[in-house]
């Protein structure tokens, strides 16, 4: 019984950990409008933007593909290889709410595990459309 019981706490963790949306932190998120006034203000503080899903461009971003597709790690890694570790970087995919989207946490899981300490994920709660789009933000 104790087997039993071991058994299905240690699946039970696994599944949270794999299926379940993560929960960031506030210090995780850059909202909309700050990355919207950086971006239209020319900031020389502007982050790097990746794209990693299958919508449309804000201003600046670079259109990096799902973050679920098989070569995406390799394709991250190989496009910030000469980049600062200190550069504050931005991932957003805006198909869904960034907190249950697919591609948003392998490719902040990407980012970390290269180093990049200032990663941040735009916080798109509904998605890109309702919550980039329609505010007039800045798009390709």
Known sequence: MKVLFALVFICSGLYNSIFQAPTWKKEQLMSTKELADKITANAKDKPLIFNVGPMDNIKGAVAMGAATNITF????????AMENKTKAVVVYCGCCSYSSCPNIKPAYDVLIAQGFKNTKVLELPEGIKPDWVAKGYPME
């Open 73 to 80: 790690a390799d394709k991250m890694k190989s496009t910030l």
